[in-house]
């Protein structure tokens, strides 16, 4: 089975300027991946793959066909391969972003295009880390509803106001693009990150919450919210478009305003 | 358990701490919440005594450098004539101290985000600090001892702003 069965590319209509005919333009390009594999050797080094590729395909689509054609060996994680799962944040031209959500016509391909781990957890081999620290800072904020009143027989309603308030930092899928790209996180890890704010706004903000004053408290720690430099790197990172220092900031604002 | 008793999972009591902490590398384990307010004050105090310090700041550049002959008035008994006035003690006192503790502040924030070993910032931390001790006592001295005719020994010290003795 080859790559473009797996993975057809879809005809879609581009202008004529970039391909012929509506046919889809193909062109070559280096891809630049940073390996490791500690049953090897504990040094990481770079591997070039040229590939041959369309106008309609992503970095996810390279890397697919790294592995399925070239070196079996190449490692990293996606799930959906479509922005929803998060799974395949990785530090594409040293910017973090989603392999499946950047296309390879939008980089420069005259240059190779580097593909690396996000940076400030532990590689565990070739681009996948170990997520575990970026999620429990995730559990520590309590990411449920918590809820003290008494069990409704139907749904618990929000006016539309209410719901507009948080709507933002619903979107996050826990893809750790922010957490890795913040320069305090990369320091000693010890910050609970961009994601784990984000999630603690989402309850904190949703007026049917009852535990916001328990999560402000968490993120009033050494390590949380005062450790933000508003740096912006998170807002840049989301592939969600998520504002996340602006999230950072209304959670510094509440835990203020319920302090004085 | 009362549902008003749910614990984070971060509290060493919850058994989930236990669990989650043996997943995850030792390096990014936190030892314990933090008690008190403090990084919550320092961040405010960052705000308003810089919002303070840029009154301060330009109010003095301005009554030093551009007021009556200006930049050409300065000298000793400029200085000297500033000091006998409370009002510029005080001005300069708030700078003084104000000025300090945000750079400080600054200064330890600095540490924090760039110094990865414990140790590394534990040294960094008492250079700073006993820096900041030393100015800020020395300089509180000199604003409110500062004598513009010192006598030692019975010999009036040369200067000249002094009444003839
Ligand atoms: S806030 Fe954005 S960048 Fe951060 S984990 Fe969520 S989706 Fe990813
Ligand atoms: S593979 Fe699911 S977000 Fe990219």
């Known amino acids: 089975m080859t790559a473009e069965l797996a993975e057809p590319a879809s005809k879609i209509e581009l202008p004529a300027h970039i391909g012929g005919g509506g046919e889809i333009p193909s062109f070559d390009v280096t891809l630049r991946v940073r390996r490791y594999n500690p049953e090897v050797s504990e040094d990481a080094t770079w591997d070039d793959f040229k590939v041959t590729m369309y106008g309609t395909d992503r970095v996810l689509d390279a890397l697919h066909k790294i592995k ?193 | 358990m009362s549902a008003t008793e749910i614990q984070s999972p971060r509290s060493a009591k919850a058994p989930a701490a236990k669990v989650g902490s043996n997943r995850i590398a030792p390096q990014y384990r936190r030892n314990g919440s933090s008690k008190g307010n403090f990084e919550m004050l320092a961040w405010l105090f960052m705000r308003l005594s810089g919002v303070v310090l840029v009154v301060l700041i330009f109010g003095h550049l301005f009554v030093n450098l551009l007021v009556g002959e200006g930049i050409h008035a300065i000298d000793f008994g400029f200085v000297a004539g500033k000091w006998a006035d409370p009002f510029w003690q005080i001005w300069d006192l708030a700078m003084l101290w104000l000025a300090m503790l945000h750079g400080t502040n600054g200064v330890r924030t600095i540490i924090n985000d760039y110094a990865e070993k414990d140790a590394t910032r534990l040294w960094l931390k008492i250079v700073l600090y006993a820096a900041t001790t030393v100015i800020i006592i020395l300089g509180t001295l000199v604003i409110f001892t500062f004598d513009p005719c010192p006598v030692v020994n019975g010999v009036q010290l040369p200067g000249g702003f002094c009444p003839a003795p």
């Open chain 1, 68 to 260: 399925w054609e070239m070196d079996g060996s190449v490692s990293f994680r996606r799930s959906c391969a479509h922005g929803v799962c998060g799974s395949d944040a990785m530090r594409i031209n040293g910017r973090n972003r989603l392999a499946c959500k950047t296309l390879l016509k939008d980089l420069d391909t005259s240059k190779p295009i580097t593909v690396e781990p996000i940076k400030g957890l532990p590689v565990e081999k070739d681009l996948i880390v170990d997520m575990e620290p970026f999620f429990q800072s995730f559990r520590e904020v309590m990411p449920f509803l918590i809820n003290r009143g008494h069990e409704p027989t139907k749904e618990r309603l929000q006016s539309a106001e209410d719901r507009e308030r948080f709507d933002d930092t619903t979107k996050c899928i826990l893809c750790a693009a922010c957490t890795s790209s913040c320069p305090v996180f990369w320091t000693d890890g010890q910050y609970f990150g961009p994601a784990a704010i984000v999630n603690a706004h989402r309850f904190i903000f949703d007026s049917r919450d009852d535990a916001g004053d328990m999560r402000l408290e968490i993120l009033n720690d050494k390590e949380g919210v005062w450790r933000c430099r508003t740096t912006f790197n998170c807002t840049e990172a989301c592939p969600r478009g998520i504002q996340v220092t602006q999230a950072i900031a209304e959670v510094k604002q509440a835990i203020l305003s319920r302090k004085i």
